[in-house]
């Protein structure tokens, strides 16, 4: 069955630390895993994607893992801020007909001053 | 120019009520979707769609139908709602094979 797990189900840090997001996947045949964040009451936005062939992607403090042999990826904040409270969702794409998007159920991160 | 967008932004209705929520999406994709997420913040896909082929997660209600005009729009009618309706449903659109999908800021409605 194509699942993806992610944990914490949420996480509180304070303001200028860094943390970690964990997304565990059983997904095939794999395409690509996406980061997204999604603001309280707007719709989630892309942060990072990955195929196979890579393992590690960053945009600005964010930065993607992926061990596509484990299949596990993370998604590492750096120096967090304010802004940065919101949930994260782990998004897989199969390489197959049908629904192509598995979604993870998301880490509610609160960061606090 | 907001590149997914819907409306109505909230929508309040009674039981047993017919409405629809409208999509539309400036950016030439041609494929949509309709996302539920429910009160954990889990978004469970409901309908992919471009002019080609519409595809229906099997669990979802037949209360639930998706309209498309034309490319460009896909609306979401839903008869006779229930209670466990109540969800803030997210349309999205991506092109086909890129498979990074743009979302709408999303429609909370309420069932009472």
């Known amino acids: 069955k194509n699942q993806v797990e992610q944990s914490p189900q949420s996480l509180i840090i304070l303001e200028g630390k860094n943390c970690t997001l964990q997304?565990?996947?059983?997904?095939?045949?794999?395409?690509?895993l996406r980061w997204y964040k999604q603001d309280t009451g707007r719709g989630p936005v892309s942060l990072t994607i990955?195929?196979?062939?890579?393992n590690t992607k960053s945009n600005g403090r964010y930065t993607a893992t992926l061990d596509a042999d484990t299949k596990q990826s993370s998604l590492h904040i750096t120096a967090s801020q304010l802004s940065d409270s919101a949930s994260y969702i782990c998004?897989?794409?199969?390489?197959?007909?049908?629904?192509?998007?598995?979604f993870g159920a998301g880490t509610r991160l609160f960061v606090k001053a | 120019d907001t590149a997914v967008s819907q409306t109505p932004k909230y929508l309040v209705t009674q039981m047993g009520n017919d409405k629809s929520i409208k999509c539309e999406q400036n950016?030439?994709?041609?494929?949509m979707y309709w996302y539920k997420q429910d009160s954990k913040k889990f978004l469970k896909i409901m309908f992919s769609?471009?002019?080609?082929?519409?595809?229906i997660n099997e669990t979802v209600p037949n209360r639930f139908s998706p309209k498309s005009p034309d490319k460009a729009h896909l609306n979401l009618h839903i008869n006779s709602l229930e209670l466990g309706d109540s969800a803030v449903y997210f349309c999205?659109?991506?092109?086909?094979?890129?498979?990074?999908?743009?979302f709408g800021q999303g429609t909370r409605l309420t069932v009472v």
């Open positions: 999205a659109s991506s092109s086909q094979g890129a498979e990074r999908a743009f």
């Open positions: 997304c565990n996947y059983t997904v095939s045949p794999f395409s690509n």
């Open positions: 990955m195929t196979f062939s890579e």
């Open positions: 998004v897989v794409n199969l390489n197959t007909g049908g629904f192509k998007t598995i």
């Open positions: 950016l030439g994709h041609d494929t």
């Open positions: 769609y471009n002019n080609k082929e519409l595809i």
